[in-house]
């Protein structure tokens, strides 16, 4: 069961296929694997986000705006039969260099229709229920629509009992698709990151431990500024056809 909600810094690197494979045998020795993954903590991600008309939350982020946030709903590993079961919806927030993040899991007909600004049945759990609350605000304030969906390989570990809030993630072959087909697996990817090359993100509550730092250091991976919705915005408004939403342009 993921946490629902949570506050913690994020570091992310670009990396090398090549070094990518060297950092998993050393986070292997350091690390567990993702129990919500297979043997090797991997598992495919989907995100379909939305924005405002304007895109809002992309510019946002474009021009490093200190307060920002942006919603998604986030499938992990596949959609049961018939386009079933339970996905997150997110609202991730950054202020400064702290990450927040709101979620709440639902069947994928729910989390749908809570992000298309209907109302759902409110949740047991009190953080849960503001957590609805606060989608259904934002969704309807702001008029929000899907805007793309976006896809990856991911490889997680998870700290030690010594270092409980230490997650390292490796990110590979992301790709980028129309919002019309949600998130199942059906239509065309386009693919913004290949497989030769992989994202790397350092989660921490506090401080970076001294041994991730040194492993990171010995192998000369540089800190980057990365988000995958704003690459995948880009290369959707880059198509021929396809206008800033994903959706296709008007003769």
Excluded at 18 to 31: D, G, S
Excluded at 72 to 88: I, L, N, Q
Excluded at 183 to 190: E, F, I, S, Y
């Amino acid at each position: 069961m993921r946490r629902s909600r949570f506050n913690r810094f994020e570091l992310k690197y670009g990396v090398p296929a090549r070094i990518a494979e060297r950092l998993t045998l050393e986070l292997l020795a350091n690390m567990t694997p993702d129990p919500e993954g297979d043997a090797t903590g991997a598992y495919a991600v989907t995100s379909l986000y939305y924005d405002t008309r304007e895109l809002d939350f992309f510019r946002a982020k474009k021009e490093g705006i200190k307060f920002r946030r942006k919603l998604r709903v986030r499938r992990y590993g596949p959609v049961g039969a018939g386009g079933a079961g339970d996905v997150a919806v997110e609202i991730k927030q950054r202020i400064n260099r702290t990450t927040q993040k709101r979620r709440v899991e639902l069947p994928l007909e729910q989390a749908l229709a809570l992000c298309s600004g209907e109302s759902i049945a409110t949740p047991e759990d009190p953080a849960e229920a503001a957590t609805v609350s606060e989608i259904e605000f934002l969704v309807r304030s702001l008029s929000l629509q899907p805007v793309c969906a976006v896809g990856y390989q991911r490889q997680a570990f998870r700290g030690s009992r010594y270092e409980p809030g230490l997650r390292v993630t490796l990110d590979r072959s992301l790709w980028v698709r129309d919002p019309s087909f949600g998130l199942h697996d059906a239509g065309p990817r386009h693919v913004f990151l290949p497989a030769a090359e992989a994202i790397l993100e350092v989660k921490a509550n506090e401080a970076v431990p001294l041994w991730t730092a040194r492993m990171l250091a010995s192998h000369g991976v540089e800190l980057v500024r990365y988000s995958k919705y704003c690459q995948g915005v880009r290369l959707l408004r880059s198509l021929p056809g396809i206008d800033a939403r994903g959706a296709e342009k008007e003769d």
